[in-house]
C-alpha cells in the first residue's frame, strides 16, 4: 500500500486566489510527521510546513496552512493567495517514528501546481 | 550561506560505465541521504548515513554505492549494474536527532545514460 497519496497530478488557481492541495497518509505508527516540500523547476526541493501527528493545533507557515485531519489521515496543503513564484511540484512526505536520522521519509507522487495570471 | 552543492548539475554517462554524483554539506549534520526521483513518481531512497564510516541501504540500492569517510561528504556511485540510471538524484542532509525539522536538500543531479 501506499504511504503518502497525493490525487492530483495537475492543479491549476488563479493569481490571489487560495488552492488546496490534497495528501492522505497511511501508517500505524501513532507518531509520525508530515512534511510539504515545494520544487520549483531548478530542482531543488524547498521545506514549506510541518504537522506532528501529537500536534493539537493546525500548522500554519505565513501563506501556507496544513489542514491535519488525523481520523481522515488526511494533510492537505492550503496555499493562500496564491502568487506567479507559487507555479511548482508539490510534494506531500511522511516520517514514521519518532524523530531521528534513520527514520526514511515517504513521499507522494507530487502535484503540479500552474497560478494563471 | 550553509547548504549542500551537489555536483554537476548534468551527467552524460554510456553505458556501462560507472559514474560519481558528488554530495557536500557544510550545515554540520550528521545524516545524509541520496533520493532518485523519477517522472510522475516520487523520491525513492537509495542509501543513507547516520554517521561517517556507516551507510544503510535504502529501497533502490542495487547497481548503486556510497561511502561516507568525512561528515562533509556523501558521493554515490552509479555502477554499469544499475540497468536504468537515467533520473534525477537528490541529496539531503538532516540534523541529528533533532525536532521536527525535514531535510535540507541540494539542487539535484539530472543523470542520462547515452
Known amino acids: 500500500a501506499q504511504k503518502i497519496t497525493q490525487t492530483q497530478p495537475g492543479m491549476f488557481v488563479q493569481e490571489k486566489e487560495a488552492v488546496t492541495l490534497d495528501c492522505t497518509y497511511d501508517t500505524s505508527d501513532p507518531s509520525y510527521g508530515l512534511f510539504w516540500y515545494k520544487q520549483p523547476s531548478s530542482g531543488e526541493m524547498i521545506f514549506l510546513i510541518y504537522?506532528?501527528?501529537?500536534?493539537?493545533q493546525n500548522a500554519t507557515e505565513g501563506r501556507y496552512s496544513l489542514n491535519f485531519q488525523k481520523a481522515r489521515k488526511s494533510a492537505n496543503l492550503v496555499i493562500s493567495a496564491s502568487q506567479l513564484g507559487d507555479s511548482a511540484m508539490y510534494f506531500c512526505a511522511m516520517r514514521e517514528g519518532r524523530t531521528g536520522t534513520g527514520n526514511q521519509f515517504y513521499f507522494g507522487t507530487g502535484t503540479s501546481l500552474t497560478v494563471i495570471p | 550561506d550553509g547548504g549542500i552543492t551537489q555536483s554537476p548539475k548534468y551527467l552524460f554517462r554510456k553505458e556501462g560505465q560507472n559514474v560519481t554524483l558528488s554530495c557536500e554539506q557544510n550545515l554540520n549534520h550528521d545524516a545524509m541521504y541520496w533520493y532518485r526521483q523519477d517522472p510522475g513518481q516520487g523520491l525513492r531512497l537509495i542509501y543513507y548515513?547516520?554517521?561517517?564510516?556507516?551507510?544503510q541501504k535504502g529501497d533502490i540500492a542495487e547497481g548503486y554505492s556510497v561511502s561516507r569517510e568525512k561528515k562533509e561528504s556523501f558521493p554515490l556511485t552509479v555502477t554499469s549494474a544499475q540497468k536504468n540510471p537515467t533520473a534525477f538524484y537528490l541529496c539531503?542532509?538532516?540534523?541529528?536527532?533533532?525536532?521536527?525539522?525535514?531535510?535540507?536538500f541540494g539542487s539535484g543531479t539530472r543523470l542520462t545514460v547515452v
Open positions: 548515513s547516520q554517521i561517517v564510516n556507516d551507510f
Open positions: 504537522q506532528g501527528s501529537y500536534d493539537q
Open positions: 539531503a542532509s538532516k540534523d541529528a536527532p533533532g525536532p521536527y525539522y525535514g531535510y535540507t
